[in-house]
């Protein structure tokens, strides 16, 4: 098979050698004779699987004994409304900072239980940045405080994080989870899908203050409760058992590359050589303000729609593969998660030279 490198933004490439492992574990995990698929979440076998994922990831990440970390299901999407559900629980308020799709999703879902005080927005320069916060105007009585720390479809981050006081910060980490170290204390509560840095499309990661678990709104769907799965170790019911043991197995992988300081390296210097590119290029250029900019997904424009298919078109026939941008933004992103190797933002940059060059003398 000729080598090709995957700019999705997710599900999204995962490490060869994590995928090699799992290859070679398909059929029989450490001699018991069956695939992790087939494997009762009750076993010892599986016990370990999902007990190691939890402590290789508390160790990568540095998260405090006063945190739990839950396995669940439901995607990001449901988060989106298991925060309300659980934190809107005082004054029934939340401030949220709003700067594109996934914001909008969550604000919408926070809207049914309780009143939702957006403190900014990029909607203005479509999504191009991340809003300057005036902290007095962040609502001192909110149950909490809400961000997406990076925003997957336009390529934004936050320099800053917002200085919340003792509003709790709710993060939205799904796309810049394990790219680089971050102080977990900062936070409330931490959440991503796994389909972009932890592992395939399944499970769902929560990373709570102990304080804020138990605090859920009267007739909370079980099953929606952080409490039950807190209590339960994420075994309340069947948990899903392989995206588990596959995210084991990339935080495995960090571990054994360095720990995420040594990710982060690795990740500017892919990121920095699509961005110095891009900054010097005549045809293609990055839409986000520069301090926002995003180590993650990259988006990019030449501002001519069929030149952007043509590039599209013709990087895929060269191996780089899904680097349309979102539908609703247009021109091309680059997704370069942790599992993207340097070689693959080389590649790209190669081609976008000759691309450039093509168009140019056309
Ligand atoms: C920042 C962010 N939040 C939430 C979601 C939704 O995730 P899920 O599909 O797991 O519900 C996505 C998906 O790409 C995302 O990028």
């Known amino acids: 098979m000729t080598e090709i490198y995957n700019f999705s933004a997710g599900p999204a490439v995962l490490p060869k050698e994590v995928l090699q492992k799992a290859a070679d574990e398909l059929l029989n995990y450490n001699g018991s004779g069956m695939s992790v698929m087939e494997m009762s979440h009750r076993s010892a076998d599986f016990k370990n699987i999902i007990d190691s994922a939890e402590s290789n990831l508390r160790q990568i990440m540095g998260i405090p004994e006063n945190y739990k970390v839950l396995f669940l299901q439901g995607g990001a999407s449901l988060q989106f409304a298991m925060i309300p559900l659980n934190l809107m629980n005082k004054n029934k308020k939340a401030d949220y900072v709003h700067t594109g799709q996934w914001s909008k999703k969550a604000i919408a879902e926070a809207k049914k239980f309780g009143d939702v005080n957006i403190v900014a927005s990029s909607e203005g320069d479509n999504y191009t940045n991340i809003p300057k916060l005036d902290p007095a105007i962040f609502s001192e009585d909110a149950d909490y405080f809400y961000i997406v720390s990076n925003n997957t479809i336009y390529g934004t981050t936050y320099n800053d994080l917002p200085d919340t006081g003792n509003v709790p910060l709710v993060a939205d980490m799904s796309s810049n989870i394990l790219s680089e170290p971050i102080d977990v204390s900062k936070f409330g509560v931490i959440f991503a899908g796994a389909q972009k840095n932890i592992g395939p499309a399944g499970v769902t ?95 990019f424009v030449t501002g001519n729609e069929e030149i952007d298919a043509k590039f599209i078109k013709e990087a895929s026939a060269r191996g ?43």
Not at 328 to 357: C, D, H, Q, W
């Open 205 to 299: 990661i929560v990373i709570i203050r102990e304080d804020l678990v138990g605090n859920a709104v009267d007739n909370i769907p079980t099953m929606l409760n952080y409490k039950t799965h807190a209590d339960a170790g994420s075994m309340f019911n069947t948990p899903p058992c392989y995206s588990i043991y596959m995210a084991g197995l990339v935080f495995a992988w960090i571990k054994q590359k360095g720990g995420l300081a040594q990710v982060k390296k690795i990740n500017e210097v892919k990121a920095n050589m699509l961005y110095d590119y891009l900054d010097n290029s005549k045809l293609f250029s990055s839409p986000v303000q520069k301090e926002n900019r995003s180590l993650m997904n990259i988006p």
């Open 320 to 362: 780089l593969k899904t680097l349309k941008g979102h539908r609703t933004v247009g021109g091309m992103r680059a997704s370069i998660y942790n599992a993207m190797p340097i070689e693959g933002v080389k590649a790209l940059v190669e081609f976008m030279k000759e691309f450039e060059k093509e168009v140019g003398n056309a």
